[in-house]
């Protein structure tokens, strides 16, 4: 079945500090790929997503590209800041009848320092 | 654009009694619904897919007649936790599926925190 394989966190970085979030995941087909995050006490909110192969997602400075020949969708920053702590959950999408289900990823916890 | 509400965003309970979890989506009609369970720091579990006027598409190991989800309008669905027992504390989210924003773009609530005595 599909899988997602998030590296564990917690990540702890300095402000402007660069950030990189591995994820590889394993689908049957040509799965859609998202990065979601959700913030302390909010609900999960789509940061960015890439639907087809060398697609790259961005958004708010976070980017990441769909690697099919490895069959990863790493999330980067160039630098963060301490608004980005939070939780960050790689996604993806298995079309299945009329329903599009969403496998997770375990989830990283950023902690963003000054 | 495109929020998901939930209601209550948490609630506590005696062990035996039923709760109800509502999830609207407030500014798109929503064909498809989902609810998940999150369990402390772990990820999101699939419990049911809910299509509007159809009934619930359960995931392997959930128990339907435990968890009661109507899917009654486009904007709303409700899970109902049966004869809730402390097993079932945990944060139980919704999100709703904006067609026009491609497949798998989903849009989620903020959750409920249901805590069973």
């Known amino acids: 079945g599909d899988s997602v394989t998030q590296m564990e966190g917690p990540v702890t970085l300095s402000e402007e500090a660069f950030l990189t979030i591995n994820c590889t995941y394993t689908?049957?087909?040509?799965?859609?790929l998202f990065w979601y995050v959700q913030y302390p006490g909010e609900g999960l909110q789509l940061l960015l997503k890439?639907?087809?192969?060398?697609d790259k997602g961005s958004n708010k400075g976070f980017e990441a590209t769909y690697r099919k020949e490895t069959t990863s969708f790493h999330l980067e920053k160039g630098s963060v800041q301490v608004s980005d702590s939070a939780v960050y959950f790689c996604?993806?999408?298995?079309?299945?009848?009329?329903?599009?289900?969403?496998?997770f990823g375990t989830g990283t916890r950023l902690q963003v320092t000054l | 654009g495109a929020v998901v509400s939930q209601h209550p965003s948490w609630v506590i309970c005696k062990s035996g009694t039923s709760v109800k979890i509502e999830c609207r989506s407030l500014?798109?009609?929503?064909?498809?619904m989902f609810w998940y369970r999150q369990f402390p720091k772990q990820s999101l579990m699939l419990m049911a897919t809910?299509?509007?006027?159809?009934?619930?598409?359960?995931e392997q190991g959930v128990e339907k007649d435990k968890f009661l989800i109507n899917h009654a309008s486009l904007t709303l669905s409700t899970l109902t936790v049966t004869s809730a027992h402390p097993e079932d504390s945990s944060f139980y989210i919704c999100?709703?599926?904006?067609?026009?924003?491609?497949?798998?773009?989903?849009?989620f609530g903020p959750g409920t925190r249901l805590t069973v005595l």
């Open positions: 999100s709703a599926e904006e067609g026009l924003a491609g497949p798998g773009t989903q849009y």
């Open positions: 689908a049957t087909g040509y799965p859609s």
């Open positions: 890439a639907t087809k192969a060398d």
């Open positions: 996604a993806l999408s298995s079309n299945t009848g009329t329903a599009s289900k969403l496998t």
């Open positions: 500014d798109f009609q929503a064909t498809t």
């Open positions: 809910s299509n509007e006027g159809s009934k619930a598409t359960y």
